[in-house]
Each structure stands twice: as structure tokens, then as C-alpha cells.
């Protein structure tokens, strides 16, 4: 008899959802957690879970349940599916119950997610590799618990582990479940391509008076103008500039759009790709501005490209800019809040250094 493959997801959310609704399809026996009794209630209610757009039809949950512990009992793998700043206390509940055979994969790992969830681990005394991706992998939007709506199948998922010389083996694992991974050379790569922080703060700030009346508008095709887009595309020139200083491949945004599946062609400028992409189209703006656009993709994601850029003397202006813009907006700090080298116990390396520690998970520069 063939032994069903068990897998965890650690959050309910958009994005757990379609993977728990896919995962299962394929044959695995899902167990999908998630702190929210209501959620889970709502799925339970249903049956399973609900999937239209790219994915249509029904799948049955194995197990649903608010206790992580539970959740990872007998699985091969665990996908926290939660927001960048949630991850540290996942790792934590986590590294109580972990048995150490288990493959973990953030998805996505936002910005260095990988490092910090290995760093708590081995902080409560646990030490085993954390691959990360740098999106989703789907557009999707949750209707109600149990109800996904699925607009795009991401093309690409970028791929690493920490430490980087176990990203060929973890990735043979995880492509049984996404066949779509694409290795990097480490998770700072796959951080650095993160699209996130480059496209979500600008608009959101720009719009801040139109989200805080209430107004529904399309988020992309609606609240980016070609001022916005200008701004995103000074961005996305600094993190590249970041990328090519350590030697990276320079993914510009029109290009890994197009790569993910989010644009049909390379586009000249981020605006065309912006208003002509079929998945962004139904895209609506948040409903006010403590959303993660600004509390996930500024402190998790920019102020970590200007600390990278600092320690490397790389320029980053226009990301300080909008690092202090958001941190007028909504009255938090977050240069003292976000995720810097310096916090993940990473500030004293230089670049040669850093990549060698992605590598190989330890240096003597580095006390955890």
C-alpha cells in the first residue's frame, strides 16, 4: 500500500488556502492550522475548501485544527503560509515540537524569513535547514473560509535554502509539490526579488487618502498613475543596484513579472505591465492603511534593502524616502520596527562574508 503523503500549512489565509486546495487535489493529506478558530470553523463548516478561477472544484482538508502541534504530527513538510512578521513566532511554537526530519518552506520567506526562522530555531535549540520562495504561488483572494478565488498559477518560484548548500536537495523535495521551483544561488537572492516592496508601499501611500475615506478602487489599475510607477521604478533601480553589487543576476520588475506569470511579455515600464496585467486586474486596494503593504513590505522588506545597501555602501534614497513616508502616514517607526543585518545578528559582515554565511549557515562573525 502507498503511504499518503502528509503535509502542514501554517495559515489559513489567501495564499494557504489555494496551496491547501492544490496540495490536496494532488493527493496529499493536508493538515492546514490556523489561529483563527473561525476560519477554521468556517472551512470545517463547509466541508473543505471551495477553489474557482485557475483551479476549480472541491477538496476535502484531512486535518483542520488551531494547534500547531497537531498540525505537524506525522508530516513530511511544513509551509508557514503567514505574513514576514509572523514568522518569528511560528519558529518559536515550532522549535517545541519539531521531530527534525521534517522539510520547511516559507512561502514565501519575504526578505531574509529563512534566516530569522533558522536563527530562532537554533535559539530554542533546534538547527535544521528553511528554504524559502520569494512569492506566493498564486494570485489568489479569499472569499470567505472554505471559498478561494485563484486569478494566476505563478510560473516561476524562485528558490533557496539556508544554508545555501542545501538548496539542491530541498529543492528535489519541494518540487513534488511545486513543480514550478527555480533554484537561486541563496535566500538573499531570492530575497533581493521579493516584488512585494517595491510595488505595494507607493500606491498605498499615494492613495492613503482615498483608502482612509473608504473608497473601493482597483489597486493597479486605478491607484498607479505614471508618478506612481516612476517611484516604483526608481525602487526597483536601487534593488538592483543591490543585486548587482553582490553579484546576483539583475531581475528588473517588467522582467520578473513576466517570469511569475503576473505580465504576458516583458514590458517597457512597470506602468504598462501594471495595467495590462490579467491578474492584477481585479485586484482591489485595502480597506485602510494598517494593512501588510505597509506594515509587512516596509519594515520586511525596504528597510532591509536600505540596511543591506548601507552595509555595502550601496545608495538607497528613494527607498529611505519612502521608509520615512510611511513612517509619518502611520505614526510608527519603522527604521527602529522593521528587519535590519544589524537585528538578525548580521551587521558585522561585509559582502564577501554575508554570501559565504548564506552558504554555509555559520560564520565566526556571528554568534548564533
Request: glycine letters at 8%; hydrophobic letters at 40%; aromatic letters at 8%.
Amino acid at each position: 500500500m502507498v503511504k499518503t503523503r502528509r503535509v502542514a500549512i501554517i495559515g489559513a489565509g489567501n495564499g494557504g488556502h489555494a496551496a491547501a486546495f492544490e496540495l490536496a487535489q494532488k493527493g496529499f493529506a493536508v493538515h492546514l492550522c490556523d489561529i483563527d478558530e473561525k476560519v477554521i470553523d468556517g472551512i470545517r463548516n463547509l466541508g473543505g475548501i471551495q477553489a474557482t478561477g485557475r483551479f476549480e472544484g472541491f477538496a476535502k482538508i484531512a486535518l483542520l485544527t488551531t494547534d500547531i502541534r497537531e498540525a505537524i504530527e506525522g508530516v513530511e513538510a511544513i509551509l508557514p503560509m503567514v505574513p514576514r512578521y509572523a514568522h518569528r513566532s511560528i519558529a518559536q511554537e515550532l522549535a517545541s515540537c519539531l521531530r527534525g526530519h521534517e522539510h520547511l518552506l516559507l512561502c514565501p520567506g519575504s526578505t531574509l524569513g529563512e534566516v530569522e526562522f533558522a536563527k530562532t530555531l537554533r535559539e530554542n535549540g533546534r538547527d535544521q535547514p528553511v528554504s524559502t520562495v520569494a512569492t506566493l504561488p498564486y494570485a489568489c483572494r479569499l472569499k470567505e473560509p472554505g471559498r478561494v478565488s485563484i486569478s494566476l498559477i505563478t510560473k516561476t518560484l524562485l528558490f533557496a535554502s539556508f544554508p545555501a548548500k542545501d538548496t539542491e536537495e530541498e529543492a528535489r523535495f519541494f518540487s513534488a509539490l511545486f513543480p514550478t521551483i527555480s533554484e537561486m544561488s541563496n535566500g538573499l537572492e531570492v530575497g533581493l526579488n521579493n516584488g512585494n516592496p517595491v510595488t505595494h508601499p507607493v500606491p498605498t501611500l499615494l492613495n492613503a487618502a482615498r483608502i482612509e475615506r473608504g473608497e473601493r478602487f482597483l489597486f493597479y489599475r486605478e491607484g498607479v498613475t505614471a508618478s506612481v510607477a516612476r517611484i516604483n521604478q526608481k525602487l526597483d533601480e536601487e534593488r538592483m543596484a543591490l543585486c548587482r553589487t553582490l553579484g546576483f543576476r539583475t531581475i528588473s520588475l517588467t522582467e520578473r513579472l513576466f517570469l511569475t506569470g503576473y505580465a504576458d511579455r516583458i514590458y517597457e515600464t512597470p506602468l504598462e505591465a501594471y495595467h495590462r496585467s490579467e491578474a492584477f486586474a481585479p485586484i482591489l486596494a485595502p480597506t485602510n492603511l494598517h494593512d501588510r503593504y505597509l506594515f509587512e513590505d516596509v519594515p520586511y522588506g525596504l528597510v532591509t534593502f536600505a540596511s543591506i545597501g548601507e552595509r555595502l555602501g550601496v545608495p538607497t534614497p528613494t527607498m529611505r524616502l519612502i521608509v520615512n513616508l510611511a513612517a509619518e502616514v502611520t505614526g510608527v517607526d519603522f527604521w527602529k520596527e522593521g528587519m535590519t543585518l544589524s537585528r538578525l545578528g548580521l551587521g558585522g559582515l561585509d559582502r564577501f562574508d554575508l554570501l559565504r554565511f548564506m552558504e554555509e549557515g555559520r560564520s565566526p562573525a556571528v554568534t548564533w
